[in-house]
Nanobody, 124 residues
Framework: QVQLVESGGGLVQAGDSLRLSCAASGRTFSSYAMGWFRQAPGKEREFVTAIAGIGTYSYYADSVKGRFTISRDNVKNTVYLQMNSLKTEDTAVYYC?????????????????WGQGTQVTVSS
């Protein structure tokens, strides 16, 4: 069982930055690919970014490429999402997720464990 706890969400203005954190339990964190997804009201949960379990290979949705950066600290069992140049359309609940393989995926159903989510609201 893996427990994920997100933090760092909040209310910011367009153009601001936020850093989300996701702390994971378990002793095999480095073997899990980790992803960030988001869900806006009335919309389906969508892929934002993911990072492989080993190394730094990552992938980004086109909508956040160049603005968001995912990273992980396998000693602290934590994955981060640095969000810069935030836009109003980035407003959503952000979820981190763990996949029971080191290979990242863009698909929601490939991830087994999910955090409770953290709200990010970007005002104009």
């Amino acid at each position: 069982q893996v427990q994920l706890v997100e933090s760092g969400g909040g209310l910011v203005q367009a153009g601001d930055s936020l850093r989300l954190s996701c702390a994971a339990s378990g002793r095999t964190f480095s073997s899990y690919a980790m992803g960030w997804f988001r869900q806006a009201p009335g919309k389906e949960r969508e892929f934002v970014t993911a990072i492989a379990g080993i190394g730094t290979y990552s992938y980004y949705a086109d909508s956040v490429k160049g603005r968001f950066t995912i990273s992980r600290d396998n000693v602290k069992n934590t994955v981060y999402l640095q969000m810069n140049s935030l836009k109003t359309e980035d407003t959503a609940v952000y979820y981190c997720a763990a996949r029971l393989t080191s290979i990242l995926s863009l698909r929601v159903y490939d991830y087994t464990y999910w955090g409770q989510g953290t709200q990010v609201t970007v005002s104009s």
